[in-house]
C-alpha cells in the first residue's frame, strides 16, 4: 500500500517502501497559473528535507520546489522539463518531478493527510 | 488609502476575474482562461482590456497653449493635425522619465494619456508647469477599453460602426447609445487595435458588446506578454526617472525638429544625442528554456556586471523566453554574447533586436 502524504509547501509525496515519488499539487498548480518552465535535481545528488530540489516558472513569476523528506535522487521527470504545461494538465499523477530513495521514513510523519491539506490549502488561499 | 476599483470590476468578477491591487486599483491579472489562452486570443482573434485606471487628462483654454506644451514634451505638437496622436515623454530636469504617454491633439486642445501609478504626480507636475493658465481635467468619469487583435476592427465596427476608417495614431468622435465616445486606434500589445473613451456609466454594456460579438476580456497578464513581445516598455520597469529617452532606445519618439529647442530636460538629451550614452536598452534572448525576470544581473565573458534585465517573461507566441534590459552601450550590438545570472547560474544569451513579434499594425500617413 502507497502512503499519499502533503507539505505546507504544496507539495505531494506517494510512498512505495523506499521510493518516494514527488511532484507539486493541483492546488499549487492553479496559484502559480500557466507553468513555462521546469527545472529538476540531478539524479544521484542528495536532497535534504525542506530544501530547494527545483523551480518551477509560470508567466508571472519563479517558484522553488521543496522536497518534503531527505534522500537521494533516483529519476526526474523529463516529460515535464520538455513540455512545462504538462504539469498544469496532470500535477498529481504523470508531471511528477522527482523520485527519491528515502532516508528516514519517521520525515513521513510531520506531513499532512489529504483531508488536512486540502482544509490548510482553503484556509491559506483565502 | 482606499483600493479603487473600476466601473468594469462587476463584470471582471463575472467572467472570474483573480484581482490584485495594481497601481491602487482592483484589476483582473487574469480571467478562467489563463494568462498563455488570453495572449494568444489577442493574436488570434481579439481581446478586450480595461485601462480605465490609466488618466485621462484634457487640457484646454488660450492660443499659446502648444507653444507652452513644446516646453515640457519634446514632440512637434505644432505639426499634429486634431485628431493625431503621438507617443511622448514627462521629463526631470536630468532628462529622466518620470512618465511616457500618448498626446492627442483634440478639437479645443489636448488629451494626454497618463500611466495610473504616475497621473495624479503628472497632473500637479503639469499644471504647475503651465502656471495653473489652462483648464486641466483629468476625468474620472470616463473609462478607457482597449481592444486589440486582428478582429478587433471587425468587432468594434459592428457595435460602433464606421471606425473602422481610422488611420493608426489618430482618433476621432464616434456616438455609442446616444452619447459621444472618442476612438483612437492605438494600443499596446503590437497588434492592430483601438483605445476607447467612454462614459463610465456606458462602459459595462459596451464590453458586454464586444463581448457577444466574439472578442474577450484579457488580464493584465497577458497585456505584459503582449506588450514585451512588441518589444515596447512598462514605465516603473523599464523606465524610470534615472532613464532617458535615448538610453531607452526611444529616440525614435523625439522629432529631430525639436532636438535643438528648449523642453525640460533638453540639454540632457541634447549632450547625449552628440556624445551618446553609456548604457542601452536592448532584447535579450536566452539560449535556453532558462526566463531572466526583471533585475536580473547580466555579465560579459570576462565575468564582468555590463547591465540589468528589467523584464522578461516566456513569450506565448514567440514560444521561447524573452527579455529587454539596460547594458553598457560597448555590448548592445544585435547577436552579442551575454551571460545571464539566474539563482546563481550564468545562463548564455544574445543581444537580439527588438520586437520579438512582429507588428501588424494599420499603417497611416507619413509623420515625420
Do not use: E, K, L
Given at each position: 500500500m502507497s502512503e499519499v502524504k502533503y507539505s505546507k509547501e504544496h507539495e505531494w509525496i506517494k510512498l512505495d517502501g523506499e521510493e518516494a515519488t514527488i511532484g507539486i499539487t493541483k492546488h499549487a498548480t492553479e496559484m502559480l497559473g500557466d507553468i513555462v518552465f521546469a527545472e529538476l535535481p540531478e539524479k544521484g545528488s542528495n536532497v535534504d528535507k525542506d530544501g530547494t530540489a527545483g523551480v518551477v516558472e509560470s508567466t508571472k513569476a519563479a517558484s522553488d520546489v521543496y522536497t518534503p523528506v531527505s534522500g537521494e535522487v533516483i529519476d526526474t521527470n523529463q516529460m515535464i522539463v520538455d513540455d512545462p504545461s504538462k504539469i498544469n494538465e496532470d500535477p498529481e499523477e504523470s508531471a511528477w518531478f522527482f523520485k527519491l530513495k528515502i532516508k528516514d521514513k519517521s520525515e513521513m510523519d510531520s506531513l499532512m493527510s489529504k483531508e488536512e491539506y486540502e482544509k490548510f490549502a482553503k484556509e491559506t488561499s483565502a | 488609502m482606499n483600493i479603487k476599483k473600476t466601473s468594469l470590476n462587476n463584470l471582471h468578477i463575472k467572467y472570474g476575474a483573480k484581482l490584485v491591487e495594481f497601481a491602487g486599483y482592483q484589476m483582473p491579472i487574469q480571467y478562467k482562461d489563463g494568462i498563455i489562452q488570453e495572449h494568444k486570443y489577442t493574436r488570434s482573434h481579439s481581446g478586450i482590456f480595461?485601462?480605465?485606471?490609466?488618466g485621462q487628462l484634457f487640457i484646454s483654454g488660450g492660443d499659446d497653449l502648444t507653444n507652452d506644451l513644446e516646453k515640457i514634451f519634446p514632440a512637434d505638437l505644432k505639426k499634429l493635425k486634431t485628431n493625431q496622436s503621438k507617443y511622448s515623454f514627462l521629463m526631470n530636469n536630468k532628462g529622466g522619465i518620470q512618465d511616457d504617454l500618448i498626446i492627442t491633439k483634440t478639437s479645443d486642445g489636448f488629451l494626454i494619456i497618463l500611466n495610473a501609478a504616475c497621473k495624479y504626480n503628472d497632473y500637479e507636475v503639469i499644471k504647475s508647469k503651465l502656471d495653473n493658465q489652462y483648464k486641466l481635467n483629468l476625468d474620472e468619469s470616463l473609462s478607457l477599453i482597449a481592444l486589440q487583435g486582428p478582429e478587433a476592427k471587425n468587432v468594434l465596427n459592428k457595435v460602433i460602426?464606421?471606425?473602422?476608417s481610422l488611420k493608426f495614431m489618430n482618433g476621432n468622435n464616434h456616438v455609442y447609445k446616444n452619447e459621444k465616445v472618442y476612438i483612437t486606434r492605438s494600443g499596446y500589445t503590437g497588434e492592430d487595435g483601438f483605445e476607447i473613451s467612454i462614459k463610465n456609466s456606458d462602459a459595462e454594456t459596451f464590453v458586454e458588446s464586444l463581448i457577444e460579438n466574439g472578442s474577450k476580456l484579457i488580464g493584465l497578464g497577458a497585456r505584459d506578454t503582449l506588450r514585451m513581445e512588441a518589444g515596447l516598455c512598462l514605465y516603473g520597469n523599464d523606465l524610470?526617472?534615472?532613464?532617458?529617452p535615448i538610453e531607452a532606445n526611444l529616440k525614435w519618439a523625439i522629432p529631430k525638429s525639436r532636438i535643438e529647442t528648449e523642453f525640460v530636460g533638453s540639454e540632457v538629451l541634447k549632450n547625449q544625442f552628440q556624445s551618446g550614452v553609456k548604457k542601452l536598452r536592448v532584447g535579450i534572448k536566452p539560449d535556453s528554456k532558462v526566463i531572466a525576470r526583471g533585475n536580473t544581473k547580466i555579465y560579459n565573458d570576462k565575468n564582468q556586471e555590463i547591465g540589468k534585465v528589467t523584464s522578461g517573461t516566456f513569450g506565448p507566441s514567440v514560444e521561447h523566453p524573452i527579455a529587454m534590459g539596460y547594458v553598457d552601450n560597448n555590448y548592445s550590438t544585435v547577436n552579442t554574447k551575454i551571460f545571464l545570472e539566474v539563482r546563481g547560474k550564468k545562463i548564455p544569451a544574445n543581444i537580439c533586436n527588438l520586437p520579438f513579434y512582429k507588428k501588424n499594425y494599420v499603417k497611416g500617413e507619413i509623420n515625420v
Open positions: - | 480595461d485601462v480605465s485606471h490609466m460602426p464606421g471606425c473602422d524610470d526617472n534615472d532613464t532617458s
